[in-house]
């Protein structure tokens, strides 16, 4: 099983609204990454946790906010967003600390930001 | 600071022709490459995988190859399909922890 799964697919939300978009993976991977795509863009690193931690923040805005309760789970809570805010928020995985792993993606949350 | 480019940023094809996909990159310590599959409005699919001790990679029609020391990949479609047409970026896995990709090419197979 290769599969990263994201839930919702599909999220419009107001400024003022709190909400959390999920992922999950069952490959034994301990490192977990959130990437946000822009249109016509290449995927942007944002968080980067290994073994449950937070190892990289590439300086995101606090009203982004990630958690990764357990080695599978990896959540990114919400919260004042702003429309430019509006993207494809994708969720991966691999093995920390090895030179030749494989990534593996979800289909992404498309986040609207009204 | 790693920076990934592909060329050509969208191309059209017949059905059936044979094809290559670039990627270079600046920076040749990397631990690996890896091709993804992107259709409009999905994830990224997992394609091959280079690793920084290899040369090429195949999987079924897909054939990708790696040059290090000039900082170059290459993507060989063999016989492509309408099916093939989606957005194909590289990435270079820059340290333990991070990819660096590429801006993709946009692929068009035409009927």
């Known amino acids: 099983d290769t599969e990263v799964t994201q839930t919702p697919k599909h999220l419009v939300m107001g400024m003022t609204n709190k909400k959390s978009l999920k992922c999950e993976q069952h490959?034994?991977?301990?490192?977990m990454y959130w990437y946000k795509q822009k249109a016509k863009k290449p995927p942007e690193l944002m968080f980067v946790y290994s073994y449950e931690k937070l190892s990289i923040n590439e300086s995101v805005p606090s009203r982004f906010s990630p958690e990764c309760p357990n080695s599978s789970l990896l959540n990114l809570h919400l919260h004042a967003l702003q429309p430019e805010d509006s993207a494809l928020y994708l969720c991966?995985?691999?093995?920390?600390?090895?030179?030749?792993?494989?990534?593996?993606f979800g289909q992404g949350t498309r986040l609207t930001v009204v | 600071k790693q920076e990934v480019t592909q060329i050509p940023a969208a191309l059209s094809v017949p059905e059936g022709e044979n094809l290559v996909l670039n990627c270079s990159f600046t920076d040749s310590a990397i631990y690996n490459l890896q091709w993804f599959r992107q259709d409009p409005g999905k994830g990224l699919t997992s394609l091959l995988l280079i690793q920084s001790s290899q040369r090429e990679q195949t999987s079924g029609r897909l054939n990708a190859s790696l040059d290090k020391s000039s900082g170059r990949s290459t993507l060989y479609i063999a016989a492509s399909q309408p099916g093939d047409s989606a957005t194909y970026l590289c990435a270079v896995r820059q340290g333990a922890q991070k990819l660096v990709f590429g801006q993709g090419t946009r692929l068009t197979i035409n009927p």
């Open positions: 490959m034994g991977h301990r490192a």
């Open positions: 991966a995985s691999s093995q920390p600390l090895i030179r030749d792993t494989e990534a593996f």
